[in-house]
């Protein structure tokens, strides 16, 4: 169990601090080594203008998560807040469903391509329109929970014990959401990741300049032809890597606090 | 003195459930309700105790903001009045400063203190119930089916806690239930709620 949750998460936190070492002025170009195939001194290779691919890559995974980590973290924030709303008046409850609903009945991608290509693309722009695209799940979730706690006998009776509404909310309410809030932006954060690369892909998310991997992957589409496969295969499957990674964290994580430890302390005492 | 005067409660769509209810309740009385399943002692006590707001009518005692209310209801399933996921002594302490006396009085063993509600027998769990409503001080109790799944011998036990209590603290205490018999033994008046809430 402890294996399961810290070697995913130390091999993830090892790869991003590795890539924020990187400065970028160690990308330079190099003419006289472009195009050159995967080897010991080159691990990913180089591209057609003789940059470290493998630099390159760890360059892209650091914007890559840390886009994710930002999104999760706004995505989850505006969900809280959005089924907190909800659970003040039937009114805003129906205000809130009917926009979860309408935002659940557009692809994703069409909808990030829309709010990223009017706010401009860009770093700014990418967030904004994934935590846009990204609240509507988690805050479906948070608010069916806030609706159930409220009515069970143990806060109503809460209340006629002269507790007030920021106790119940601090000793009833955030405890029982925390877990799920927690699963709900580890579920973001690669989801957040892989938009954010399709997003860039399409051209409407990063600019051409920032190393993102989504830039990576759609510049290497026009020398994949020519047989330069290492362009594109080794950021996407560090891409993937990553993904993966978190997500295995994220589930054993998700496992563990959902487990009942209530026994296990009893019989420790 | 407990007054409840013209007390009317009506259901959304389904009209009335009961209108005119008038009842009192003398500090250190124990008063019976009875009546057949759905027609409205739940609700009523849910009434009187605050929970829900009556359409017609009066209750003389009123909860104070940040105050506990000063009529509690004890409810009929204990494991859904409790947080599962708090140990015994939080749930007590969301009532007030734990009293040993009440623990004492209710047979309340010091070392059940530090485990969750599910390690408690439902007979248990529903005494911790009824220490956490004493221990607000309470004037009056509206006791609903207290007692209606235990059995015979903890239903005796806590019924006799529960008459001392009201004796020597001169709590009124409205208990409801199906159990004629029990109340009959039990209270100093039994009153049917068909009765009470005629049209």
């Known amino acids: ?269 | 003195m407990l007054t409840i005067s013209n007390l009317t409660y009506h259901i959304a769509n389904k009209g009335y459930l009961f209108q005119n209810v008038t009842l009192s309740v003398q500090p250190g009385e124990i008063v019976g309700l009875t009546g057949h399943s759905g027609i409205g002692k739940s609700t009523f006590a849910k009434v009187v105790a605050g929970y829900l707001t009556p359409d017609e009518g009066t209750i003389n005692r009123v909860q104070n903001k940040r105050q506990p209310h000063p009529v509690q209801l004890i409810w009929q399933h204990p494991e859904q009045a409790v947080n599962p996921k708090w140990r015994i002594k939080k749930v007590l302490e969301e009532a007030g400063p734990i009293d040993d006396e009440w623990l004492e009085r209710l047979q309340i063993h010091s070392s059940w203190l530090k485990r969750f509600p599910d390690q408690l027998s439902g007979g248990e769990l529903q005494r911790i119930c009824i220490a956490r409503c004493l221990m607000t001080r309470p004037d009056f109790i509206i006791a609903d089916e207290i007692t209606t799944m235990l059995d015979p011998i903890t239903q005796a036990d806590i019924w006799d806690v529960l008459r001392q209590i009201a004796k020597t603290e001169s709590i009124g205490i409205l208990a409801i239930s199906h159990h004629y018999e029990l109340l009959e033994r039990l209270t100093d008046r039994t009153l049917s709620f068909e009765t009470l809430s005629k049209k």
């Open chain 1, 1 to 269: 169990m402890r294996k399961q949750l810290w070697i995913p998460l130390v091999l993830f936190l090892f790869i991003y601090s590795l890539s924020i070492m990187i400065q970028e002025e160690s990308i330079t170009i190099a003419l006289t080594e472009k195009n050159e195939s995967p080897s010991w001194s080159h691990l990913f290779g180089t591209d057609w203008l003789g940059r470290d691919m493998f630099l390159r890559t760890l360059e892209g995974i650091q914007l890559s998560v840390t886009i994710g980590f930002v999104t999760a973290l706004l995505s989850t924030t505006l969900g809280f807040f959005l089924s907190f709303i909800a659970s003040i008046h039937s009114v805003l409850d129906h205000i809130v469903s009917w926009l979860i609903d309408l935002f659940l009945s557009l692809p994703h991608l069409i909808t990030l391509i829309l709010i990223s290509f009017v706010l401009g693309g860009g770093f700014r722009g990418v967030v904004i329109g994934l935590m846009l695209t990204h609240w509507p799940v988690i805050t479906r979730v948070l608010r069916a929970e806030w609706l159930q706690i409220q009515e069970m006998p143990y806060v109503q009776m809460s209340k006629q014990l002269g507790k007030g509404f920021w106790w119940r909310t601090k000793h009833h309410f955030l405890p029982h959401l925390l877990p799920q809030m927690m699963v709900g932006f580890t579920l973001i954060f690669p989801h957040a990741i892989l938009h954010e690369a399709a997003i860039t892909f399409l051209g409407f998310g990063l600019s051409a300049e920032e190393p993102a991997i989504g830039v990576i992957l759609s510049e290497s589409m026009q020398y994949l032809s020519s047989g330069m496969w290492w362009l594109a295969f080794f950021p996407g499957v560090t891409l993937l890597v990553m993904v993966v990674l978190f997500q295995w964290f994220a589930n054993t994580w998700k496992h563990y606090i959902e487990r009942d430890r209530s026994y296990e302390t009893y019989f420790n005492n």
